[in-house]
């Protein structure tokens, strides 16, 4: 895969066809591979665009903790490094957080919004510095167990669909995941994302655990003409427990405001 050789740090991406370019940031603990089963059920005439955030998947693993004006500024760099402008920028927990600070920074880069299972602030500074702790301690493993609970709805996970995905939080370096923990707890978006009136569209699972619809539901109402959609059933992953409702409510929205 390649590799954007920023001035800090690598970053590891992919760049997919041709087209109107769209976009796609993953959830803290995954890495680019959360899209696999939705980019082959979109439309044709895209330019598909996903990357590792600094700390996962084949990205550099800077030392712990990271802010979200770091991983804004690694979006925002990466799409200067394509030439990128004009995208429809997908963002998922974690990469919702940035896809609402690039999309404030940087309305050059950024035509519409999907926002995916994320808030203007999600939990609270308390919990994520529990958790880094935990990760310090014991590892990824110390908080495997809880986090899919949060991810996928029952069903899902007493079909032993979430073993693949445990596997991959265990493969999360604990130093990039503590380091995302530190950048979502410091974050606070409600004033600037209320301040955005670009096209967006943003999808809450009615089976999340960690970004409950309701939190999901009041993000989009900050925003000016913001779509809400509530795919059900569906947990806090919907591209992994729900890729086929994802890319339809995904294309539609591409749709809607011409971007294919």
Same mark, same amino acid.
């Given at each position: 895969m390649p ?18 370019p ?7 603990? &995954? ?17 598909? #665009? ?21 991983? +804004? ?5 990466? &799409? ?10 997908v ?7 940035v ?19 994320? $808030? ?30 949060r ?19 265990l ?6 995941y ?5 950048? #979502? ?9 209320a301040?955005?009136?670009l ?10 655990g960690?970004? %409950? ?6 993000? $989009? ?6 779509e ?10 919907? %591209?992994?427990?729900?890729?086929? $409702?994802f890319?339809?409510?995904? $294309?539609?929205?591409?749709?809607? +405001?011409?971007?294919?």
């Open positions: 590799t954007a050789f920023l001035p800090d740090l690598r970053l590891n991406y992919r760049d997919e066809g041709a087209g109107a769209v976009v796609f940031s993953h959830a803290l603990g &995954l890495d680019l591979a959360m899209w696999d089963a939705v980019l082959p059920l979109l439309p044709p005439g895209l330019r598909l #665009i996903r990357y590792d955030h600094r700390g996962h998947g084949g990205s550099d693993v800077p030392a712990a903790p990271y802010s979200m004006g770091a991983l +804004i500024r690694d979006a925002e760099r990466l &799409l200067d490094h394509l030439a990128v402008k004009d995208c429809v920028f963002g998922i927990s974690m990469g919702g957080l896809a609402q600070g690039l999309a404030v920074k940087r309305l050059d880069q950024v035509r519409g919004l999907v926002l995916s299972n994320t $808030a203007a602030r999600i939990g609270h500074e308390s919990q994520w510095q529990a958790r880094s702790a935990a990760v310090a301690a014991g590892g990824m493993e110390a908080v495997a167990d809880a986090v899919m609970e991810w996928f709805p029952r069903r899902f996970r007493a079909e032993g669909l979430a073993a693949p995905w445990r596997d991959r939080l493969a999360c370096a604990p130093e990039g503590r380091g995302g923990c530190a950048a #979502i707890a410091g974050t606070d978006f409600y004033t600037p994302t301040s955005l009136t096209p967006a569209l943003v999808i809450a699972g009615s089976e999340d960690s970004t %409950p619809a309701d939190l999901v539901r009041e993000t $989009a109402d900050l925003m000016a003409g913001a809400f959609k509530l795919l059900r059933p569906s947990g806090h992953l919907p %591209p992994v427990d729900a890729p086929e $409702a890319a339809e409510a995904l $294309a539609g929205f591409l749709r809607r +405001i011409g971007h294919i």
